[in-house]
């Protein structure tokens, strides 16, 4: 696992781009497995504008999303089909045959979800994951306790999400969706790469439990402590309780020029 501490998230999330435009750049047909929610917004930004500005091509990018609440239809304004369109899809030039996003409507999640999974693996499996993280340390919609060997399904949100996603539901927990469909922590785990962000002073806790905390489905962005290939990419205010905060700078500092990837 390797730690980056960032100033802030606007420094965070112009390295993200500009490490997901490597990414593109090295392979061009690659796919990415993409995340919603207010962490990714600013990296979405700064895609779009190398987009615009510097050609960055996504025609041959394929797209798989983490997670999609069930019972919101695509054009509800508060379900993530919408919000990867509005914040990302359609200012870039992804073709929409290469986006997947969970059906929130599906009448049948449990073929749904297993052809989601085959999805994955018939496009050669996910390149690059990026991770937002819960301040109860899921990823996707992957809730504490969740197993690490899950597979793409319906999950049942904790008080505690519902709580924190009403600010998008009218601030109405009761408004808020109780069942979403999520790619499992094994589905995550399987990404070759995977790429986990989380700024502010509310990520501090989960930050260090995931990176210093022992291997817990309670903590289940702690998984991955056993990826081969995870960056934790965070600003100070998320690193604030990192117990070798400083050891990771000094690491960061010394990396060979040829093994920097931001
Ligand atoms: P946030 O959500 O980016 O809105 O903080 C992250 C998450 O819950 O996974």
């Known amino acids: 696992m390797e730690v980056i501490i960032s100033h802030d998230a606007e420094s965070a999330s112009k390295k993200a781009a500009r490490y997901i435009a490597d990414v593109i750049k090295r392979k061009p047909n690659c796919v ?20 615009k500005e510097e050609n960055l091509d996504f025609s041959q990018v394929v797209t798989f999303n983490l997670d999609e609440y069930l019972g919101l239809p695509n054009n509800d304004p508060r379900s993530y089909h919408y919000f990867m369109h509005e914040n990302l899809f359609s200012h870039i ?11 929130g409507m599906t009448t049948d999640v449990l073929a749904f979800c297993e052809e989601y999974e085959n999805k994955i693996k018939q496009a050669g499996g996910i390149d690059l994951q990026i991770l937002g993280i819960g301040n109860d340390g899921h990823i996707g919609f992957n809730e504490p ?3 690490f060997a899950s597979r793409t399904r319906i999950k049942t949100l ?9 600010r998008f539901f009218d601030n109405d927990e009761n408004k808020v969706p109780r069942h979403v469909i999520t790619m499992g922590i094994g589905t995550v785990m399987d990404s070759a790469n995977v790429l986990l962000l989380a700024f502010g002073k509310s990520k501090a806790n989960a930050i260090s439990q995931t990176v210093e905390g022992p291997l817990s489905a309670f903590i289940p962005a702690s998984v991955l402590q056993m990826h081969k290939h995870a960056k934790i990419l965070i600003d100070e205010q998320a690193a604030s309780l990192l117990k070798l905060k400083d050891y990771y700078r000094w690491v960061y500092d010394r990396k060979p020029e040829w093994n920097k990837w931001l």
């Open 32 to 51: 990415l497995g993409l995340a919603t929610g207010s962490t990714p917004l600013a990296l979405y930004k700064e895609l779009i504008r190398m987009h």
């Open 93 to 103: 030039n992804v073709k929409p045959e290469n986006i997947h996003i969970p059906d």
């Open 145 to 147: 306790t969740s197993s």
């Open 158 to 166: 904790t008080h505690d999400t519902i709580e924190s996603n009403a």
